[in-house]
Structure formats: C-alpha cells, structure tokens
C-alpha cells in the first residue's frame, strides 16, 4: 500500500479491512445465538460508527464520555461498565446506559435507591478466577485483582434486582479459552444461573485473528444457549473488531549516531502514540523490516526513536531491506486497536493526523490536530 499522498504521521484506518471484521462478527454472533458489541476502550474513532451501525446492535462503555459517545455517534444506549462510579456522573451515566454494571456488592447497594426504581438492566462484575493472560499488567483476573467479586466470595443468593453477571477475564485469547471460561462459569455459579437474564462474557475473544478458532466458540456459545435459553449472551471484544485494520504512518527526520548506534529520529513518539510498546513492552511491526538484537551492527540495521523528550522514548533496533534516508515513511503495522485511542500530547508533540484510506484506495484525512487542541488539554 502506498501511503506517498501522506507527508504528515498519520493513522489510517483501511476501511476494506474494518468491515471485513465487522461482517465477520456479525456472522459469528448470529450463528451463535448472541449479541457480539463492541468495546470502546479498544476502538472509539467515531467518524467511522455510522459503518459499525452497519454491522452490530451495540457497544459498551466504561466512562460517562465513552458512554455519551456510543449514545451520540452510535444513536444506541450502550451496556455500562465503570470499575468504580463518580458520584456526581452517576445520574447522567444511568441515563444513557441500557445495562448497567456494579463492580462490587458495596456499590451495587449504596446506588440501589438510584438504580432500582429505573429501567436499567443491572448487573454485577465477578471475577471467575480464570484467565490465560500471562502479562499482569493485562490480566482482568487476578487473584487479588480489584475487578469484580471473586466468584468464591459471592453470596450463595442471587442479590434482589440484579439481571445479569459481567466476567471479563481474557486478552487476545483463543477459542479454547472462551470455552473454559464457559464451563468455569458453569460450574462455580450454577446456583445463580436459573435467575440470570444475561451473561456478559467481556472481552478478548480474538475472533479475527488469522488461525482463530471460531467453531470452537460458536460450539461453546451455542452448547451453553441450549442449556440455558432463558440467558441472554453478550460478547463485548474490542481488539477482535479493530484488528490488523491499520497503520501508524511515520517519517525519518534525521537519522543519529552515537559510539557506534545509529537512531532514526521520526514524527512520530512511542511514548505519546504507541505507549503499548513501552507498557508491554513490545517491538511493534514494522512494514519492509526484521527486528534484530540491540547491538546488532549494519548499514541498514537502526533504533527507532521518538520525538519526545523522554529518554526512553524509543523501541530497539531493526534491519531494513536498504539504508534509511531523511523523509522516508516508516509503516508501524497493526495500530488501530488501542493504539490510536491511548495517544497523549506530552511534550506538546504533535498528534498524528486520522485518517480512512476509502474501498477505492484514495485516503481521506479526517481530522488534523491544531495548537488549540493541546491548549484546550491544561487550561
Ligand atoms: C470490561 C472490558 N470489556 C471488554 C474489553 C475489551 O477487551 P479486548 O479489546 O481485549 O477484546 C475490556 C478490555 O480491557 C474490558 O476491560
């Protein structure tokens, strides 16, 4: 793909490759009897929700902003999830959610005289002790984790109101995992399942991943409807619907050396627009080149830098097919899920452009950051 039209950093959505997720979903949620929506957290690039409506029934939140946003640009009432509500939101949040999570037994009773009077659908996060994330910092279910009620800690009694149980507990994980979550589910909580009127299973059912195994999910899904047809199943991934749907587009602004390094300096900072990679931390993909051992010598082997002030500020080093030259694009593959929607303006470093390269191959610039953008952020 090329992306010459383009002198600024830009994310740009491929389209193409968006709706091909969003059908795949659909599909995935029909056969299986479920409701798959998608999660904000993850992909919130508005300009492109009257495509999602194409596709999905629904989305989830988990603020007052992600939640307005779902209800303006979406025009549907969004599941809501907060792992602690603000008192002062708590009102207009409950007026635009259609189903309404607690995250603990304490806070779920002091909002009942808010919540029980209404039409909200209200449901209790737990967390069933169960996941396949390796990485602490990502894992929903830790033993001593401040998400949801541990599922050996609830009340043997379904308490009075609640419709539904919220378990969010894997990332990026396989079918198979999804499946085990299920039967888990089943057997620690059975003596609440014949009063539920829904089962959130959360996030991280990576269904548009190359190799995914969707018989699998839709047989467990499916083996679960059977049994109990009286709960309604709710899918919320976030990953899964943004995945492999675009790119961070970037340019060499000088390239500098020291004892022997070589950095490309780019327009682009790893720690303002892809804090993943510093978090995880990870070396993203890079389009036409191979990651290889800091110290790895080459005339066309160089690190990465960003264009903030922050030392760390940069991920490792690659080898390109030929030497890098001042205003050469780099391509960071696979940046649209959480990526673009987790950027900051420290150091005042410029955002990168948003952008929709169209089914037509043209790319459309939907939003270029200004001065007032960063002024309007402390003041
Ligand atoms: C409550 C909840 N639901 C859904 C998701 C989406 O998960 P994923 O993007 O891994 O599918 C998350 C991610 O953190 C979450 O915390």
New binding site residues.
């Given amino acids: 793909m090329n992306y010459s039209s383009l002198t600024r950093a830009a994310f740009v959505l491929d389209e193409a490759a968006f709706r091909q997720n969003l059908q795949h979903i659909s599909e995935v949620a029909k056969q299986a009897d479920v409701d798959i929506i998608l ?1 904000l ?2 992909y919130s690039f508005w300009p492109t929700f009257d495509l999602v409506g194409e596709y999905l029934a629904g989305a ?1 939140a ?1 603020s007052l902003n992600e939640a307005k946003l779902v209800f303006e640009h979406l025009g549907v009432k969004p599941h809501v ?1 907060v792992p602690a509500y603000v008192p002062d939101e708590f009102d207009e949040i409950s007026k635009f959610a259609h189903h309404l999570t607690f995250n603990s037994l304490s806070e779920l009773e002091r909002y009942r005289d808010h919540w029980q009077s209404t039409k909200l659908s209200v449901g209790l996060r737990v967390n069933p002790m169960y996941s396949d994330v390796k990485t602490a910092l990502y894992n ?1 279910a830790s033993p001593t984790g401040r998400l949801g009620v541990p599922i050996d800690e609830l009340p043997h009694v379904l308490p009075t109101g609640i419709h539904g149980v919220h378990v ?1 507990s894997l ?2 994980s396989p079918a198979k995992s999804t499946a085990t979550l299920l039967k888990k589910i089943e057997n620690d909580l059975s003596h609440w399942l014949h009063q539920l009127k829904w089962l959130n299973l ?4 990576l269904m548009t991943k190359e190799g995914y195994e969707t018989d699998v999910l839709v047989q467990a899904l499916q083996g679960f409807r059977k049994r109990y047809p009286h709960i309604e199943v709710i899918l ?5 619907h943004a995945w492999q749907t675009g790119v961070l587009v970037a340019h060499v602004l000088d390239l500098v050396k020291s004892h022997g390094r070589t950095t490309a300096m780019l327009d682009v900072s790893f720690t303002c627009h892809m804090p993943d990679t510093l978090e995880m931390p990870y070396q993203p993909t890079v389009r036409g080149a191979s990651t290889v051992g800091p110290e790895t010598a080459g005339a066309a082997v160089y690190h990465l830098g960003g264009v903030s002030c922050l030392a760390g500020d940069n991920v490792g080093a690659y080898k390109f097919e030929t030497p890098l030259e001042v205003g050469q694009q780099i391509i960071f593959e696979d940046m649209l ?1 959480y990526t673009a929607v987790k950027t900051t303006t420290f150091n005042g470093v410029q955002h990168p452009d948003l952008a929709i390269k169209r089914r037509d191959g043209s790319i459309e610039i939907i939003r270029r950051f200004s001065f007032a953008d960063y002024e309007s952020r402390l003041g």
Avoid at 202 to 205: D, F, V
Avoid at 236 to 240: D, I, L, M, N, Q
């Fill in positions: 999660a957290k993850a989830t988990s999830y929903p969010h990332c990026e959360g996030g991280g059912h919320e991934p976030g990953s899964a899920h």
